[in-house]
């Protein structure tokens, strides 16, 4: 996984609780992704982000998702007030800074938390 | 909407055989990549291409972007075990190129 760390491995919320996934990137990387992964669905791009700066998050449900990536310390995702269809495999990657071009930045994926709501 | 398609959807060989694995759009993309993943994990990325026509060879497997950039093939040559996975094709367009766009994969599984 390159270095990149994702907490817990496994989460169990009740409907109505918040939950909070950890990203830490790879050592160096200032950009950061976070994918919702269901088997009937693939792998869905919810956002990207820089230090302190969300870039893209088209993929974000309107409501309770929010995503952050302080200066210091990890990327958070954090899901208010679960329901049962937010159950699935949540994916960080991460990527080194770049001075752009036409390909895609290689992206580091994590283990991914897998959240589950009762 | 942009949409990859994968086929098979699942796959199940002997060792040693060969394979070849498929990833279609109607949309044309800048560039494509291949990852596996395996059960528990991230996906690991495997290759990029990004010129119409190119092959790419990783080993025993070889990647091709099709001319129109629309479509992609991954063969597999004399499977081993340690090929089990799941192969994951995600297309990117220059206009956006860190939003990629994901096949739902191709489940391979190769028997000792």
């Known amino acids: 996984n390159a270095g990149v760390m994702q907490n817990p491995r496994h989460l169990v919320r009740r409907r109505g609780q918040e939950a909070r996934l950890r990203c830490s990137p790879v050592k160096g990387h200032s950009h950061v992704y976070w994918y919702r992964q269901l088997p009937e669905e693939g792998l869905k791009f919810m956002v990207y982000l820089q230090k302190e700066n969300i870039i893209d998050e088209s993929g974000m449900p309107k409501e309770r998702f929010s995503a952050e990536f302080p200066k210091e310390g990890p990327s958070i995702l954090r899901i208010q007030q679960v329901v049962r269809g937010d159950s699935a495999a949540y994916f960080c990657?991460?990527?080194?800074?770049?001075?752009?071009?036409?390909?895609?930045?290689?992206?580091?994926f994590g283990p991914g938390t897998r959240l589950t709501v009762l | 909407t942009q949409l990859l398609e994968q086929s098979p959807q699942f796959l199940s060989i002997q060792e040693g055989e060969n394979l070849t694995v498929y990833c279609n759009s109607s949309?044309?993309?800048?560039?494509l990549q291949w990852y596996r993943q395996e059960p528990g994990e991230g996906p690991v990325l495997l290759v990029t291409v990004v010129t119409g026509g190119e092959v790419k060879k990783l080993k025993r497997l070889t990647f091709q972007f099709g001319d129109a950039r629309k479509d992609s093939s991954l063969h597999i040559t004399a499977a081993q075990t340690g090929d089990t996975g799941l192969y994951l094709c995600a297309g990117a367009n220059a206009g956006n190129n860190r939003k990629l766009i994901w096949g739902l994969g191709t489940s391979l599984a190769v028997n000792p």
């Open positions: 949309s044309v993309f800048s560039s």
């Open positions: 990657a991460s990527s080194p800074r770049t001075s752009g071009g036409t390909s895609p930045d290689t992206q580091y």
